[in-house]
């Protein structure tokens, strides 16, 4: 079974530019989730969708952040404009809870991205 | 918000335990215990979580403490791949909104 993957691995962009990082959780996981860290810092959590829906955005640092996800599957996180303190590296994970009440998550390898 | 102190390093001779701590004293009857590794920059791995009785499963051991306040992981040869920063993570009030600490960095010699 394929992991949640995570594209691109790396990228680099200048001061307001936009960037999109995509997410593809592992399948038939409802509930899917970014977080990140920027330098120095701890991993932070950014929002949480179950489906398509927003279940939590509280993360989200500003309105500089969109993230969507059509149709319940991948999901795309878009920084636009990009600024200096935006660099870290970007974490997606997936789960699926059900009926249990507990939530493993399962990481991505993360997209690394570097605003010049 | 549960929120979780680990040592901040540690060091572990290569094919000897692990045992890795963790207070968790402001942790809720129905909060889960998970543990988390991250090696070098990669994504963190999950290893194991509890909720109260001790659990086990290929990659380690968890411990937790007749009242909940504290847990330990226990990897019980450790491998110089087991090197990595690890997590315990206490899911506050079942938000599925992982809190991060610092973790405890792992040094396993050779």
């Known amino acids: 079974e394929a992991g949640v993957t995570q594209f691109p691995s790396h990228s680099v962009i200048e001061k307001g530019q936009t960037v999109t990082l995509r997410c593809d959780p592992i399948s038939g996981h409802d509930n899917l989730y970014w977080y990140r860290r920027v330098m120095g810092k701890e991993i932070k959590f950014l929002l949480h969708f179950v489906k398509e829906s927003k279940q939590d955005e509280s993360g989200m640092p500003n309105n500089r952040f969109l993230a969507e996800r059509t149709g319940g599957t991948y999901s795309t996180l878009k920084v636009q404009p990009a600024e200096l303190e935006d660099s870290g590296v970007y974490f997606c994970a997936s789960s699926q809870v059900g009926g249990r009440k507990y939530n493993e998550q399962f990481f991505g390898p993360g997209t690394r991205l570097t605003v010049l | 918000d549960a929120k979780t102190t680990q040592p901040t390093s540690m060091d572990c001779a290569e094919g000897r335990a692990a045992n890795l701590p963790c207070n968790h004293s402001?942790?809720?009857?129905?909060?889960?215990v998970y543990w988390y590794r991250q090696i070098h920059s990669q994504g963190p791995q999950y290893i194991i979580h509890?909720?109260?009785n001790n659990e086990t499963n290929e990659m380690a051991s968890l411990i937790i403490t007749e009242d909940r306040k504290s847990s330990t992981l226990i990897l019980p040869h450790a491998t110089l791949r087991d090197t990595a920063v690890y997590y315990c993570?206490?899911?506050?009030?079942?938000?599925?909104?992982?809190?991060f600490g610092t973790g405890t960095r792992l040094k396993v010699l050779a």
């Open positions: 509890g909720l109260k």
């Open positions: 402001t942790i809720s009857g129905n909060e889960y």
């Open positions: 993570i206490v899911d506050p009030g079942g938000t599925y909104k992982y809190i």
